[in-house]
């Protein structure tokens, strides 16, 4: 079982930046970022392969966010920029048990607990 705990969120003004982290208590594989809007679905942000070789992006943070990860230290990053008032959700990291990095948050086996990224315009 692997916990996950994020960090980093906050209330910026749009076109500011923010940086996530979050930090895995053991060895994960493919991880990624899904964000919950109040009334809306989970929706995928980005996602990493072990290497860091493999980031798909969602299309309406593509070019503003950077998804990187320190495997030393067992955290990925989500790295945003340009922040909009519609990128504010609630901010979840999740981690898969394969190497398989995918966009469907039903692929991920462990969630953390969510942290909350309010843009204000």
């Known amino acids: 079982q692997v916990q996950l705990v994020e960090s980093g969120g906050g209330l910026v003004q749009a076109g500011g930046s923010l940086r996530l982290s979050c930090t895995a208590s053991?060895?994960?594989?493919?991880m990624g970022w899904f964000r919950q809007a109040p009334g809306k679905e989970r929706d995928f942000v980005a996602a990493v392969s072990v290497s860091g070789g493999v980031t798909p992006y969602a299309n309406s943070v593509k070019g503003r966010f950077t998804i990187s990860r320190d495997n030393a230290k067992n955290t990925v990053y989500l790295q945003m920029a340009s922040l909009k008032p519609e990128d504010t959700a609630v901010y979840y990291c999740?981690?898969?048990?394969?190497?398989?990095?995918?966009?469907?948050?039903?692929?991920?086996?462990?969630w953390g607990q969510g942290t909350q990224v309010t843009v204000s315009s």
């Open positions: 053991g060895r994960t594989y493919a």
């Open positions: 999740a981690a898969r048990k394969f190497n398989l990095v995918t966009i469907d948050p039903d692929d991920y086996a462990f």
